[in-house]
């Protein structure tokens, strides 16, 4: 069970579009469509903001866009806003025997 | 509203046993998968386990594997983790965490305040 791969810092001025990836494996990003992505700000418990690769729960924006290639799965920000600095990790279904992962995680900064 | 309240964290000492707990009001518990994962200070966060719906189904990851028992109490909304032969690397806040799906695979959409394990002699 390794944990999915992320960049450890992103950062965007207002206004811009950011993108985070997430690099999985054959045994869980690319062979389900079941990853998900969460914000953290400090202290805090994760929110979840996309499931199911691209799908918003209720209530999140839709600055928020999640989508998948092969064994990588992305999380774009548009339009960043300054609430929108805190960590952010993917998640993703392993399969019955590791069941779920989750990424190194990224600090998004907002400049 | 969901509300997911986890109790039974505390300071004990390596190889020492921990249970906790995890209070859920807010939904049919009965019909969703349910999951812990902890976060170690400063660190990322880590699945730890998972349980189906009757409780006959479990998931470990490797770490806490033969160490860990989870469990659910479905007439009484609670979700437990019995944790035994702790370690140092054990020490982190531990989450409960509903699914957004009852299956439990795609992501987990409430979570609840964490409970901190320190594991120190």
């Known amino acids: 069970q390794s944990a999915l791969t992320q960049p450890a810092s992103v950062s965007g001025s207002p206004g811009q579009s950011i993108t985070i990836s997430c690099s999985g494996t054959?045994?869980?990003?690319?062979?389900?469509?079941?990853v998900s992505w969460y914000q953290q700000h400090p202290g805090k418990a994760p929110k979840l903001m996309v499931y199911?690769?691209?799908r918003r729960p209720s209530g999140i924006s839709d600055r928020f866009s999640g989508s998948k290639s092969g064994n990588t799965a992305s999380l774009t920000i548009s339009g960043l806003q300054a609430d929108d600095e805190a960590d952010y990790y993917c998640g993703s279904y392993a399969g019955s025997s590791s069941f779920y992962a989750f990424g190194t995680g990224t600090r998004v900064t907002v400049l | 509203e969901v509300q997911l309240l986890e109790s039974g964290g505390g300071l004990i000492q390596p190889g020492g046993s921990l249970r906790l707990s995890c209070a859920a009001s807010g939904f049919t518990f009965s019909n969703y998968a349910m999951s812990w994962v902890r976060q170690a200070p400063g660190k990322g966060l880590e699945w730890v386990s998972s349980i189906g719906l009757s409780g006959s189904n479990m998931f470990y990851a490797d770490s806490v594997k033969g160490r860990f028992t989870i469990s659910r109490d479905n007439p009484k909304n609670t979700l437990f983790l019995q944790m035994y032969s702790l370690r140092a690397e054990d020490t982190a806040v531990y989450f409960c965490?509903?699914?957004?799906?009852?299956?439990?695979?795609?992501?987990?959409?409430?979570w609840g305040q964490g409970t901190l394990v320190t594991v120190s002699s």
């Open positions: 054959r045994s869980d990003v690319g062979s389900y469509d079941l």
């Open positions: 965490a509903k699914p957004i799906t009852v299956a439990g695979r795609s992501g987990f959409d409430y």
């Open positions: 199911d690769v691209s």
